[in-house]
């Protein structure tokens, strides 16, 4: 990892999921730049506000996406596993079939492995730049 952090919290491990554990739609940091430029293109033509769900309609597990970090960083993660927190519902993944339609917008990150490397690499370049 890069150091910010001695331990990670996993919040809940008693969702009915296949692991026990929230699934998210966890989305590339440049899909989710790409999906806002096509909003602007589309309100510069014209387009008329509206809201729009950001994502690939699929998710991955707390546990999966720690499992990638712990892999892609070469590393063990220190996890602590506490109780959920309130409100946390077992899955929240993006209905982005009218973000597509609309804005025709395509991710292209949809690997969790590159978007964990992408994370990482940002983090990592972060703590090599100077303070200003």
């Not at 070469?74 to 993944?93: H, I, N």
Request: proline fraction near 5%; glycine fraction near 10%.
């Amino acid at each position: 990892m890069v150091g910010k952090r001695d331990r990670i919290a996993i919040y809940g491990t008693d969702y009915e999921t296949p692991d026990g554990t929230c699934i998210r739609d966890y989305i590339h940091v440049e899909d989710l730049a790409a999906a806002h430029l096509h909003a602007l293109d589309y309100l510069r033509a014209g387009g008329a506000p509206t809201t729009l769900n950001c994502g690939y309609g699929r998710g991955f597990s707390v546990r999966e996406v720690l499992a990638e970090v712990a892999r892609v960083a070469g590393t063990k993660l220190s996890v602590t596993e506490s109780a959920r927190r309130a409100g946390d519902p077992p899955q929240l993944v993006a209905a982005a079939r009218r973000i597509r339609d609309t804005l025709g917008w395509t991710p292209r990150h949809e690997d969790l492995a590159g978007i964990v490397a992408t994370a990482l690499a940002w983090e990592r370049q972060l703590l090599r730049q100077p303070m200003a």
